[in-house]
């Protein structure tokens, strides 16, 4: 009976990861803070993985969108699947990597550290770079 059982639970909980997800749409400022830090870049093809230094240029956008500053030349975007919610108000972002890059499917968490809690899970999506155009 134990072996028909854990199958089908675990059958219902992939069944609930199989619906769609919808980001929350950008708010107007957030929408106007996006354009500005692509402004002058030109979108290239996604990547699944990024090399994950330096840590410290990573910008949250919206809970749901992120931008990984390389250089001056070269900004990642990335759009979380699932929503860590608290990115916004300041809340740290967690990725569990295997390695030296973020890649897409990397499981993420929005911690709260000054009162110890999660308060988001999500994981990466792909990485679009932005590039300043060559003149």
Do not use: H, W
Not at 33 to 39: D, F, G, I, R, V
């Amino acid at each position: 009976m134990r072996a028909i059982i854990v199958p089908m639970v675990a059958s219902l909980a992939l069944a609930g990861c199989a619906g769609s997800y919808e980001p929350t749409p950008l708010t107007a400022k957030q929408a106007t803070e996006l354009e500005k830090a692509l402004e002058g870049k030109v979108p290239g093809e996604k990547v699944s993985c990024i090399t994950s230094y330096p840590q410290s240029s990573l910008r949250v956008i919206s809970n749901n969108v992120l931008l990984y500053r390389v250089s001056s030349k070269l900004v990642y975007r990335n759009d979380l699947i699932g929503s860590c919610n608290g990115l916004t108000r300041g809340d740290t972002l967690v990725v569990n990597t295997f390695g030296s890059q973020y890649c897409r499917g990397d499981i993420a968490r929005s911690v709260n550290l000054t009162i110890g809690t999660q308060s988001g899970g999500c994981a990466l999506g792909d990485f679009i770079p932005y590039r300043t155009p060559a003149k």
